[in-house]
């Protein structure tokens, strides 16, 4: 564009000199004054300048388009639950809190003084439970089994001696002495952990003392009624 409009204001310039040079060659006195080549070249460059600026403004300019408008960040609470992970949710009939935990023990049999035994107050006795290990972790020496709930009836908290390997049965010994007031009495039992987390079935020990009526019982794999609590 800008080559063919130098070409046009050459094109005028030549055209403006040889009208000049007709003009000026013959005798026949002008009646007007004619304009001067300086003139003619002048008017030629305002005309191609003019037409440059028609042009320019015609012509699309290359303005950048604004930057989208981006949205604005967003924080959305995110729920994982109502329970954090790795958190117990779950609770035992006693209220005892559950635990995904390795630790089992599963009721065998009573090897002594079957349910509602006939006792004497005040005598004295060995409680005898044959348990498994129904866990897949072996129970450490210092795991404690221990009075959970019911009559004490003078026992102690038994202390495992030395470990018990999973799958294994064991025969958890407990000396205990009838108490002075009569009636079918119950004692019951349950082993815990090193945190003093029960773990397994709540097994019981059930006598009759003096002369009352023994009502049938039968110690089985009882829901824990106990809540927990280290010795």
């Known amino acids: 564009m800008l080559k063919t409009r130098l070409m046009e204001l050459?094109?005028?310039?030549?055209?403006?000199?040889?009208?000049?040079?007709?003009?000026?060659?013959?005798?026949?006195?002008?009646?007007?004054?004619?304009?001067?080549?300086?003139?003619?070249?002048?008017?030629?460059?305002?005309?191609?300048a003019s037409d440059l600026t028609m042009t320019a403004i015609a012509a699309p300019t290359n303005t950048p388009a604004a930057p989208p408008t981006l949205p604005s960040t967003q924080t959305a609470a995110t729920t994982?639950?109502?329970?954090?992970?790795?958190?117990?949710?779950?609770?035992?009939?006693?209220?005892?809190?559950?635990t995904a935990?390795?630790?089992?023990?599963?009721?065998?049999?009573?090897?002594?003084?079957?349910?509602?035994?006939?006792?004497?107050?005040?005598?004295?006795?060995?409680?005898?439970?044959?348990v498994q290990n129904s866990g897949?972790?072996?129970?450490?020496?210092?795991?404690?089994?221990?009075?959970?709930?019911?009559?004490?009836?003078?026992?102690?908290?038994?202390?495992?001696?030395?470990?018990?390997?999973?799958?294994?049965?064991?025969?958890?010994?407990?000396?205990?002495?009838?108490?002075?007031?009569t009636g079918t009495l119950r004692s019951n039992w349950r082993m815990s952990n090193a945190n003093g987390q029960y773990f397994g079935d709540e097994v019981f020990v059930v006598i009759v003392v003096g002369n009352a009526s023994a009502p049938s019982a039968t110690n089985t794999s009882a829901a824990p009624a106990a809540t927990a609590t280290t010795q």
Not at 10 to 34: D, R
């Open 136 to 181: 897949s972790c072996a129970w450490d020496a210092g795991f404690k089994f221990q009075n959970t709930g019911g009559e004490a009836m003078g026992a102690t908290a038994f202390t495992l001696p030395s470990s018990v390997a999973a799958g294994t049965t064991y025969d958890i010994s407990v000396p205990m002495t009838a108490p002075s007031k």
């Open 10 to 48: 050459q094109i005028l310039i030549a055209l403006g000199t040889i009208l000049l040079a007709s003009c000026g060659g013959g005798n026949v006195p002008e009646a007007t004054p004619t304009q001067s080549v300086s003139q003619i070249q002048t008017f030629a460059v305002a005309t191609f």
């Open 80 to 98: 994982v639950g109502a329970i954090p992970f790795g958190t117990a949710a779950a609770t035992s009939g006693s209220g005892v809190a559950a």
């Open 101 to 130: 935990s390795c630790y089992g023990l599963t009721f065998v049999s009573d090897v002594t003084v079957p349910d509602n035994t006939q006792m004497d107050p005040g005598e004295a006795f060995t409680k005898t439970w044959k």
